[in-house]
């Protein structure tokens, strides 16, 4: 059964630094992997999606890099914001249904 | 689009009645995934459908958990008799394959059973 890991569980930068929140998971056959974004009480936000052949995937300050062999993938957020506070989830895809980690929460304060 | 649409956004019930939650997926989207997240054990997939019909429910924690899709545009879940265990979010999902393409979630149903 693929596990997915993510590291710290919990994370408090000052606003304008750079970040990385990291994922890893135990079987390395898998189609895809998600990062998402939950705010409190809310759903989840697709952020960057890559796939297996994929290195990696940018959108405006965010970069998901994905490692296949060593079962690694690291979100980069960069010069952070306050309005990047909301917990940070990975997810890989070994078939049809998602494996969730369980999360970074991420505070940015001003 | 509208994106994944589910009601109702909060339900508080009492242990022993019935639970209806429901959800309405992206408009040709072929897959539709039933999640649950709780503190514990975090999002599990409960059960999906392909063309409205159900692929695996081995995900479904028990036979008072029930889900349909009767057509491409809804799908429900029930739990018949609710217990405080089942106090969680339950989230829909859908997406145009399952392999390949992203997932999108609908906002979640907030269900507490007292």
């Known amino acids: 059964k693929q596990e997915v890991t993510q590291i710290p569980a919990a994370l408090s930068v000052p606003e304008g630094e750079n970040l990385v929140l990291n994922c890893s998971f135990t079987d390395s056959a898998i189609y895809n992997l998600q990062w998402f974004r939950q705010d409190p009480g809310k759903g989840l936000t697709s952020l960057l999606l890559i796939q297996s052949s994929q290195r990696e995937q940018t959108s405006g300050r965010l970069n998901a890099s994905l490692d296949k062999s060593s079962g690694r993938s690291t979100l980069y957020i960069a010069a952070s914001q306050p309005g990047d506070s909301a917990t940070y989830l990975c997810?890989?895809?070994?078939?049809?249904?998602?494996?969730f980690g369980k999360g970074t929460s991420l505070l940015v304060t001003p | 689009d509208a994106g994944v649409i589910q009601s109702p956004r909060h339900e508080v019930t009492e242990m022993g009645q019935e639970v209806t939650l429901r959800c309405k997926p992206i408009?040709?989207?072929?897959?539709l995934f039933w999640y649950r997240q709780t503190m514990m054990r975090g999002l599990e997939l409960l059960i999906y459908?392909?063309?409205?019909?159900?692929?695996?429910d081995s995900g479904m924690p028990e036979d008072r958990f029930s889900a349909k899709m009767p057509n491409a545009s809804f799908s429900t879940l029930k739990i018949q008799p609710s217990e405080p265990r089942d106090s969680a979010v339950y989230f829909c999902?859908?997406?145009?394959?399952?392999?390949?393409?992203?997932?999108?979630f609908g906002p979640g149903t907030r269900l507490t059973v007292l």
């Open positions: 459908f392909n063309n409205n019909v159900p692929i695996d």
């Open positions: 997810a890989v895809s070994s078939g049809y249904a998602l494996n």
């Open positions: 999902a859908s997406s145009l394959t399952a392999y390949y393409n992203e997932q999108f």
């Open positions: 408009s040709g989207h072929d897959y």
